[in-house]
């Protein structure tokens, strides 16, 4: 990040409610961030329901890019859109996409819950037969699959448009892993008093039709055979129409440019408290270090942080601080787990 801008770094999964997490904050030692936080002003804390479709950190990055109100609903944020339209694959006529994640949905007694996706470990030859096989289905119920690098973790996703795609309340991804799915499944955003019309009834047939197709598959097959989990199922994310007037990044000189700052989620989601911990110390000292140094140089005028759990966000912003504030933290300087505790 360079020096000469404004950011804004929002930090998803800073903490989390299991007593697994609030164990692990017992031995969170952190030094850059409580001393850049005492440096700046705190807002209001901002909450929802931690069963909302859309989670803190992304009603914060909507914010930070400006998003209009009615792109800033839950689960009716445009992710895929606006993907489509940083990638460069979006057409100059808005129309609505989703993102598409292939996962493992564990089947239980009473209820199902989604692997996290990271544990497929996919290899690009996988997804791309998969694709294939898949894309023909797809196309029926009107939507086009755009392939994307695996990720790196091994997270297989695909950008899809199509009409089905209108209207939808998605849950994100970030709610729904290792979760019971029943509580985020797609429903429609239309007025019906039909249930099944409510539960987005084209989305739901075509998972059941990829779930049968999926059983069989030639990878599957192979993944069972070396004892690796197969995909059974896919996730929609994101789904909406992103206006072409809006910007996919703030446009003004001065604006604070958003950075989602990523290397907590996976960690948190899997309840791997040590991982969380130690990427919580490469953040502290690769990212909070340099831009504390910087603030005490007075080279950063301009920065904004904001931590998020699964149902709150804190933000910092850089102000005038007065001798008295000063005088107050240096009396009762931040502790990680007393900042993270209130997440």
């Known amino acids: 990040m360079s020096a000469a801008l404004a950011h804004h770094l929002i930090v998803p999964f800073a903490s989390a409610s299991s007593p697994g997490c609030q164990q692990a904050l017992q031995q969170l030692s952190l030094g850059n961030l409580p001393a850049l936080l005492d440096r700046l002003q705190a807002d209001p804390i901002w909450e929802c329901d931690e069963y909302s479709y859309s989670t803190p950190h992304e009603h914060k990055l909507a914010e930070a890019l400006a998003w209009p109100q009615e792109l800033c609903l839950d689960g009716q944020m445009p992710w895929a859109a606006h993907t489509a339209r940083l990638l460069g694959v979006a057409s100059k006529l808005p129309m609505a996409w989703g993102l598409v994640t292939l996962c493992h949905w564990q089947i239980h007694a009473d209820h199902v819950t989604m692997a996290h996706p990271a544990e497929l470990a996919l290899k690009p030859e996988e997804a791309h037969s998969l694709c294939e096989s898949m894309q023909p289905w797809f196309a029926e119920e009107g939507l086009h699959l755009v392939e994307l690098p695996v990720d790196k973790s091994g ?69 069972l055979a070396h004892n690796e989990l197969p995909v059974n199922s896919f996730w929609v994310s994101g789904a909406g129409i992103l206006p072409t007037e809006v910007p996919v990044l703030p446009e003004a000189e001065d604006a604070l440019q958003p950075h989602l700052l990523r290397q907590l989620v996976t960690p948190a989601q899997r309840e791997d408290w040590q991982a969380w911990l130690t990427a919580w110390k490469w953040l502290d000292e690769a990212v909070f270090g340099p831009l504390l140094q910087r603030h005490k140089e007075g080279k950063v005028q301009r920065l904004r942080i904001t931590l998020c759990s699964e149902r709150r966000a804190m933000t910092w912003n850089a102000a005038p601080v007065s001798l008295l504030q000063k005088a107050g933290r240096a009396l009762r300087p931040s502790r990680a787990a007393t900042i993270l505790k209130a997440l």
């Open 155 to 223: 997270i297989v996703q695909w950008l899809a448009h199509g009409r089905m795609l209108e209207n939808l309340r998605t849950a994100s991804l970030d709610r729904v892993c290792g979760r019971n799915v029943e509580s985020w499944m797609p429903t429609s955003t239309r007025a019906s008093t039909s249930p099944t019309a409510a539960r987005a009834a084209p989305l739901q047939r075509l998972q059941s039709e990829m779930q049968m197709l999926l059983y069989t598959h030639p990878v599957n097959e192979r993944r």
